[in-house]
């Protein structure tokens, strides 16, 4: 008798394990759409916040861009000056610290490097006589205007340092902060070389563009005092044909 009761106890034992076990696969299938729906919700919201990320680089871009032409407008004689030397100075700055060349705010500071300009009368920045003491003093405000006026931007925070010290020199003799060597900031020291390239080799009112030998030359005969040496190597390294592209190629908005 013993010996039956304990079998239906086993049986209903049984029967209960399988019902737990049916409950609990139940939950499990559960559980697991749960988290499909979960991962599919993760990835269109990953896609859309992508998106919008792209989006906002985009109308950063065309922002900076949009600044840069009010600036380049007023100058007739430089051209697609910020647009060419944003090309060198990328350019330089892949072969010298790629990570550098990746950050966007470096492109920006290239490309604002003047801004500070918009606070200098046309009567000055178009004189072609010798400018006076307090004309050469105004000029040489815009590296600190031009941070004034992007530093509280915060997509701009890293690119008005460029913006700020793109006239230092690598002996301390430059402006506004006469920094020296290594204590101003690398994409400044890079935007230097690429800005004295582009002057030499761009036609002026008053004389044509230099050669790129004679201006590879000039720079090559300042490292050391105006620029820093490890640079001006690098810049030595680009073959010809690669800064004769960047040189000759047009402008984002050249094309009519
Ligand atoms: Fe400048």
């Known amino acids: 008798m013993g ?13 209960s394990l399988r019902n ?16 499909q729906r979960y991962a599919s919700d993760l990835r269109v919201t990953f896609k859309a916040e992508r998106a919008y990320a792209e989006e906002l680089k985009a109308s950063y871009v065309a922002t900076v861009r949009a ?22 100075g990328l350019e330089l700055a892949r072969r010298i610290d790629p990570g550098l060349a990746r950050n966007p705010q470096v492109e920006f500071g290239f490309l604002l490097h003047d801004v500070g300009k918009v606070a200098v009368p046309d009567a000055i920045l178009h004189k072609a006589d010798d400018l006076g003491a307090e004309e050469r003093e ?6 600190v ?8 931007v915060e997509f701009l925070a890293e690119a008005a340092q460029i913006v700020r010290h793109h006239h230092e020199r690598w002996d301390g003799s430059g402006y506004p902060d006469r920094l020296a060597g290594e204590d101003i900031p690398l994409a400044a020291r890079i935007f230097a070389v690429v800005d004295a390239l582009d002057a030499i080799t761009t036609d002026r009112p008053y004389r044509p563009g230099a050669p790129l030998a004679r201006a590879r030359a000039e720079i090559t005969s300042m490292a050391g005092t105006q620029f820093d040496p490890a640079v001006v190597a690098a810049l030595d390294a680009i073959p010809d044909e690669v800064l004769e592209r960047i040189r000759t190629r047009a402008g984002p908005c050249r094309a009519y």
Do not use: F, M, W
């Open 67 to 88: 600044l840069t032409n009010a600036v380049e407008a007023r100058d007739a004689y430089t051209g697609a000056h910020a647009d060419r030397v944003a090309a060198y």
């Open 20 to 35: 737990e076990l049916h409950d609990q696969r139940r939950e499990a299938a559960e559980k697991e759409r749960q988290l």
């Open 3 to 15: 010996k039956t009761v304990g079998l239906e106890g086993s049986s209903e034992e049984l029967e």
């Open 138 to 143: 105004l000029i040489r405000r815009h590296p």
């Open 145 to 152: 205007v031009g941070y004034e006026i992007v530093c509280g």
